[in-house]
């Protein structure tokens, strides 16, 4: 990392403000390059954070723009380097021509999330903080945006490190009694430390049952709406979305492939689906979209099935209850409400609201059966795992334990014991970056945007 890197770290399109920052060596000679503050002096003489207003000015004295320019020292910037930050006004133009001013003086393009990983390379975050950089920049949600943030605060790192720290102590009083015989030591007993692996199994059991919940705060949740032809899915779609996305009509069998759009309902991003009328059906291009209708069904996490509520219960209804019964979580909604209410009990023991998108009727009910649906974990923020990368590590350090507890259980030597015990510190390593490899790390920043 002797090189100096550079990017835009804001959009390409139009803005107020646009920011280039730098990071390396030359990052600050680079500032007094090309930016002169009003007030005199090279940035090289301004204290670390601290905004000065000047101009921004090519190699060949041009001006190019009147900005804010701001500088900070390694140890103590985000990179753990030297950094700098033009603030500049929003033009793509402008921020373009002063990234190939930066590149013609040495400076070379950053990569995906090439800051934030000599962050990590240069100790100023463990790797799940690091992640959870570009979880808060993709957050969709407020949930999800808030447990991003506790993760960038080390709320992960913190709980798995005392679990790390406490198997250490283990394994450190193992090995000085083995080593040092002739200490007055205490003597090494797997009995002492039953309590401990049994808490940290406890820890990381608790832990890794918030990942099916943070897997879908972070992606949403896949669902299908589904229901027979003309039951109304697509007027409860564009109705949900606020606009004709679904195209409408009285005519059965309008729908013949799925639609599916991003929706926040209930605090929850659903990933919803709109299929076509699931019926027997001769029209081969009909039967082939409810076939996918079929599919999003079994896929999806949530499904919505609607009922027709102004004509009568029919076999296809049941069979759509029935197949959504199986779903992890649904909900039946009885539509068309405006038009008739039907007094009988539908068959089914799924919770059943009454809808109308004409007048709106049940659509709160709608939302807020969505929310008790899919409670947070009653954890800390930044508590709920959201990455397949670190549940698995999780998982694994699990594993490890679990052996070790069976191991003590059955006798076995403590050496065989520590060996598991090593084995789940090795794993949760992993979280943090104590111990994960050259390659994961390069194929975690390849998912960051460039500039970050």
């Given at each position: 990392m002797s090189d100096t890197i550079a990017a835009?770290?804001?959009?390409?399109?139009?803005?107020?403000?646009?920011?280039?920052?730098?990071?390396?060596?030359?990052?600050?000679?680079?500032?007094?390059?090309?930016?002169?503050?009003?007030?005199?002096?090279?940035?090289?003489?301004?204290?670390?954070?601290?905004?000065v207003y000047g101009e921004l000015r090519g190699r060949d004295g041009a001006l190019l723009d009147l900005c804010l320019c701001t500088v900070s020292r390694g140890p103590d910037s985000y990179t753990g380097e030297d950094t700098a930050e033009f603030q500049c006004h929003g033009s793509p133009v402008v921020l373009r021509t002063l990234l190939e001013e930066l590149f013609a003086l040495g400076a070379r393009q950053a990569g995906p999330g090439e800051f934030t990983k000599r962050a990590f390379l240069n100790g100023r975050m463990e790797l799940c903080a690091a992640e959870?950089?570009?979880?808060?920049?993709?957050?969709?949600?407020?949930?999800?945006?808030?447990?991003?943030?506790?993760q960038l605060s080390g709320a992960i790192g913190q709980r798995v490190g005392a679990i790390y720290a406490a198997l250490g102590d283990i394994s450190a009083h193992y090995h000085a009694v083995l080593d040092y015989p002739d200490e007055d030591i205490e003597d090494f007993t797997l009995a002492q430390y039953a309590g401990t692996l049994e808490g940290a199994a406890a820890d990381l059991r608790a832990l890794l049952g918030t990942f099916e919940r943070g897997r879908l705060?972070?992606?949403?949740?896949?669902?299908?709406?589904?229901?027979r032809p003309n039951a109304g899915k697509s007027s409860l779609l564009n109705a949900l979305l606020g606009y004709d996305r679904a195209i409408v009509t009285a005519v059965p069998g309008t729908t013949r492939d799925t639609i599916e759009e991003k929706l926040?309902?209930?605090?929850?991003l659903l990933r919803l689906t709109d299929t076509a009328g699931i019926r027997e059906t001769d029209d081969p291009v009909e039967a082939l979209g409810v076939r996918r209708s079929r599919a999003a069904l079994e896929s999806a996490d949530l499904v919505l099935a609607l009922v027709d509520g102004s004509e009568e219960f029919t076999a296809e209804d049941a069979e759509i209850l029935r197949a959504a019964e199986r779903a992890p979580h649904a909900l039946v909604l009885l539509s068309k409400d405006d038009l008739a209410r039907r007094t009988e009990t539908l068959p089914t023991s799924l919770p059943v609201i009454p809808i109308s998108v004409v007048s709106g009727e049940g659509l709160s009910a709608l939302e807020e059966a969505v929310r008790a649906l899919y409670p947070l974990p009653a954890v800390p923020a930044g508590e709920i795992l959201t990455n397949a990368r670190q549940a698995e590590a999780v998982a694994r350090a699990l594993e490890y334990l679990d052996a070790a507890q069976t191991a003590m259980e059955g006798g076995m030597t403590p050496d065989i014991v520590l060996t598991e015990t090593e084995g789940a510190m090795s794993a949760l390593g992993e979280l943090s970056g104590r111990s994960v490899r050259e390659d994961v790390t390069d194929r975690i920043f390849q998912r960051f945007c460039v500039g970050k």
């Open positions: 835009i770290a804001t959009g390409a399109q139009l803005a107020a403000i646009g920011i280039v920052r730098l990071s390396g060596p030359e990052a600050i000679p680079l500032a007094d390059r090309l930016f002169h503050p009003l007030s005199g002096g090279p940035m090289s003489a301004r204290e670390d954070r601290k905004l959870a950089v570009a979880d808060i920049i993709d957050a969709e949600t407020a949930e999800a945006a808030r447990n991003a943030a506790g705060l972070h992606g949403g949740i896949p669902t299908a709406i589904v229901g926040l309902l209930g605090g929850q």
